[in-house]
């Protein structure tokens, strides 16, 4: 290697380290401190998969339409390296919706929160592989310090980070979409090398084991192609669009062996599978609920939002929960786009940019106009998106700015900058530590209830440090998993569809026989289903009240300490 080429790489390196020292430990600090209402069902769901391939009933691998397999594998993995032994019991399935799975758990002297730990750093660890991967291929587009700064940015983003540490679908999808419309844009636009064709197909392949809702990466893809129909010279119409097609059918191919692959699912009821995962998805997007209420799929009953109003709450959401540093720098992306100083901004960077941000709105639209449930973080592959076309942005005008005062172009400064750029994003995080999904930009918001479960591992532990805590009883609303992973006592599942049936009976028993009662306001008080219980307790001073940014998320009462009133409003 001569000397030119080992400095580069030398350079590159030194890039990669700082990358990594900005991002490792923000992922994976404090990774077990706190569980979210869904992460439950996917730990559950996980473990039963990795039952299921150790038994090989591969029929049994589908728990839900997402189809979240790429999740399910990193709990496998957990289980892999915590307990191993678990595929040897015979115990069989668990009902994601029941806590039958943790006594399991505790019977064998095991802690499903160190269940949780491992699978989390498994994931991260696959989340930092997928960051060096996209840094590698963006740095060919825009360069390595464009390339830096906006891996940098998308991964220390508050909402990013937040989510990004969960057992949750969004994070992977996110960075997945994203390997996938880079490798493309690097093979059409710089090197037409089949490698990377393959990653972005492989990619593509890994979004859709992780969600059915990355089908929209085919429409960005698709749009790629039909713009470089028109960019190829010296060949015939005829000839480009048989090498576009060609194109999209090896893309198509290495993502359909990537998902048949991985999935075992695939192996024994290809269409079982593929029927359950589009299947729903599309009853769920067409019809607003999953085939076992709908029952079948009814085109002529297919339904959208049709009032692109829709879209006003996510694009709330993103100015909301992304810093300034995001914002300033994707409209600095707005004004590169536009500038006629083309040394400073090649076509690759300019379309990269381009459809960045065309992949952000494609999941923005597509969840604004689909019917059923719709939450903030659905849409984080846009949040990744725009990030990184922040981070392009920034690069861009230090470059800019370069040219015209001397100062900014010694050897030091432009890194210097963009480290400091780096460390404010995550500056911006640190304060919300451990529910940095809770971020609001201040220049925007108050502080406001994001209501995934935080504060209730707050409240396990208040509860833990008591006398005799194993013994102690709670009756805990939302308590599975977000309480009882962090509890060594007993914890009853106060289920929201109690107060949906007006069934006071029950939970005036199930609080008559538990010690303490753990409410969660944070959400609660936004039911309508929950009015007439917050209000029997409105004169009653809890014990303990668990309090993030001011706002107040977790009540606890003693049970001894509630008077025979309350039972009596609740029983009328």
């Not at 019917?371 to 981070?391: C, E, F, H, K, T």
């Amino acid at each position: 290697m001569n000397k030119p080429m080992k400095k580069n790489s030398l350079h590159r390196l030194a890039i990669l380290i700082v990358l990594l020292a900005l991002t490792i430990p923000s992922h994976v600090i404090g990774i077990d401190k706190v569980v979210t209402i869904d992460e439950p069902w996917w730990v559950i769901s996980g473990s039963n998969y990795y039952y299921a391939l150790t038994h090989k009933d591969f029929s049994s691998t589908l728990y839900d339409y997402h189809p979240a397999v790429t999740t399910t594998w990193m709990v496998t993995a957990g289980m892999l390296s915590y307990f191993p032994e678990y595929r040897g019991f015979g115990q069989g399935y668990f009902d994601v919706r029941k806590p039958k799975f943790e006594e399991f758990m505790r019977s064998h002297g095991r802690d499903v929160i160190d269940l949780v730990r491992a699978s989390r750093l498994f994931q991260t660890a696959l989340l930092i592989a997928l960051a060096v991967l996209a840094f590698f291929l963006l740095q060919i587009l825009v360069g390595r310090m464009p390339a830096f700064i906006a891996i940098a940015l998308a991964l220390n983003a508050p909402f990013f980070l937040g989510h990004s540490r969960l057992l949750n679908h969004e994070g992977m999808l996110a960075m997945f979409v994203l390997v996938s419309v880079l490798g493309m844009q690097v093979y059409l636009n710089k090197e037409s090398d089949l490698k990377y064709l393959l990653v972005s197909g492989a990619a593509f392949g890994l979004a859709q084991l992780t969600k059915s809702s990355s089908i929209v990466v085919v429409g960005a893809v698709g749009l790629m192609l039909f713009i470089g129909l028109f960019k190829r010279s010296g060949q015939s119409t005829g000839k480009n669009l048989f090498t576009a097609v060609k194109t999209f059918a090896i893309w198509l191919i290495s993502a359909a062996v990537v998902y048949f692959v991985l999935w075992p699912g695939m192996w024994s009821a290809p269409g079982e599978m593929l029927y359950g995962v589009y299947g729903n998805a599309f009853s769920y997007a067409f019809q607003g609920a999953r085939l076992d209420v709908t029952k079948e799929l009814q085109p002529s009953g297919f339904n959208l939002v049709t009032d692109l109003s829709a879209v006003v709450p996510y694009l709330q959401s993103w100015l909301i929960s992304s810093t300034w540093v995001s914002w300033l720098g994707l409209i600095l992306a707005v004004f590169f786009m536009a500038s006629k100083e083309r040394e400073l901004s090649p076509a690759p960077m300019r379309s990269t940019i381009g459809y960045l941000v065309f992949i952000a709105a494609l999941f923005i639209l597509m969840f604004a106009v689909a019917q059923g449930r719709n939450a903030p973080q659905y849409i984080l592959s846009s949040y990744v998106a725009l990030d990184v076309a922040a981070g392009i942005g920034w690069a861009w005008f230090l470059a800019w700015a370069q040219k015209r005062w001397s100062v900014l172009g010694r050897a030091y400064v432009t890194p210097t900058l963009l480290i400091a750029l780096a460390l404010f994003q995550l500056g911006s995080a640190l304060p919300y530590y451990p529910y940095y999904f809770t971020y609001k930009n201040f220049l925007l918001s108050q502080p406001t209830v994001y209501g995934y479960g935080e504060g209730l591992d707050q409240a396990a532990a208040y509860l833990a440090q008591k006398p005799n805590a194993d013994e102690i009883r709670a009756y805990v609303f939302n308590g599975m998993g977000t309480f009882s992973y962090f509890f060594p006592g007993e914890t009853h599942v106060f289920k929201r569809v109690y107060l949906v049936n007006k069934d006071f009976a029950k939970i005036t028993s199930d609080m008559q026989n538990s010690d303490y009662l753990v409410l969660y306001p944070a959400v609660q008080n936004a039911q309508p289903e929950s009015a007439v219980f917050i209000q029997a307790f409105q004169n009653i001073q809890p014990e303990k009240i668990i309090y993030i940014s001011g706002l107040e998320y977790v009540s606890i009462y003693k049970i001894s300490d509630i008077p025979e009133s309350v039972y009596d409003t609740l029983n009328k």
